[in-house]
């Protein structure tokens, strides 16, 4: 139809141009597959975004802002990484042991991406001690422990 939706993210000061799609006159999808570097080895930061119609910046009622994210900093392990899987289109790649982006044409994984984390470890708990009654609670530190509590 002629009309051109662009979003400009500004990270650290640099803009970048991302084609944008017009879902209602409420929704402007930027389009994903765009990988960005978050910046300072952060594990996630919110920029900063415009929407441009025809070169010209939508007002918007809000700031909107977009999350920008590394995989390999928000799952240090199999299980915090599924855990981003569902929010973030981050995956567990079996064969390098890595959290690693999974969407689009950025598939990164050499293998298959694992849906079930092995390799449970547990590295300490506290408190070592507690009354023969129970009802103390424990802190389990480790690695691949799941991402729910009970």
Request: aromatic share 6%; glycine share 12%.
């Amino acid at each position: 139809d002629g009309i051109s939706y662009q979003c400009v993210v500004d990270i650290d000061g640099t803009e970048t141009r991302l084609p944008g799609i017009y879902v209602n006159q409420s929704k402007v999808i930027c389009t994903q597959g765009h990988v960005f570097s978050s910046p300072q080895d952060q594990g996630m930061v919110t920029v900063p975004v415009k929407v441009l119609w025809n070169s010209k910046e939508v007002e918007a009622a809000r700031s909107p802002e977009v999350e920008v994210y590394r995989c390999n900093i928000l799952g240090r392990d199999c299980s915090s990484c599924r855990a981003n899987s569902m929010l973030r289109q981050c995956g567990w790649c079996g064969e390098t042991s890595k959290c690693l982006l999974q969407f689009g044409g950025y598939e990164i994984c050499d293998g298959s991406y694992s849906n079930v984390c092995v390799g449970l470890s547990i590295e300490s708990f506290e408190p070592k001690h507690g009354p023969v009654e129970g009802g103390t609670m424990v802190t389990i530190r480790g690695s691949n422990l799941g991402s729910r509590t009970s």
